[in-house]
């Protein structure tokens, strides 16, 4: 069985920042790509960043130059440092994981629960 726990959502004022933290646990082979999504109030779920092999980095024009992805491979932990904050960044954050787990031999993705961000005055 694998778990992703996502934690740091918040609330924030504009400008500010939070730091959202992801761990994935359970009988884990191999992380290929672990990410983040978010969704906001009455629209779709959309992707905002991933990071591959611990270093290859991708992340959506709207938080370009916002937002840094990062990984802490030992822990099987993602993180996502969320700067300068707008009040559009307010969504769920969900952290995904595509992974293989011991007794299995094919990879697939896996998805934490979700932490609220709020951005407001």
């Known amino acids: 069985q694998v778990q992703l726990v996502e934690s740091g959502g918040g609330l924030v004022q504009p400008g500010g920042s939070l730091r959202l933290s992801c761990v994935a646990s359970?009988?884990?082979?191999?992380?290929?790509?672990m990410g983040w999504y978010r969704q906001a109030p009455g629209k779709q779920r959309e992707w905002v960043a991933s990071?591959?092999?611990?270093?290859?980095?991708t992340s959506a024009d709207s938080v370009k130059g916002r937002f840094t992805i990062s990984t802490d491979n030992a822990k099987n932990t993602v993180y996502l440092q969320m700067n300068s904050l707008k009040p559009e960044d307010t969504a769920v954050y969900y952290c995904?994981?595509?992974?293989?787990?011991?007794?299995?031999?094919?990879?697939?993705?896996?998805w934490g629960e979700g932490t609220q961000v709020t951005v407001s005055s």
């Open positions: 995904t994981a595509d992974l293989r787990r011991t007794e299995s031999t094919y990879f697939r993705e896996y």
């Open positions: 359970g009988s884990i082979a191999t992380i290929r790509t």
């Open positions: 990071i591959t092999a611990g270093v290859i980095t």
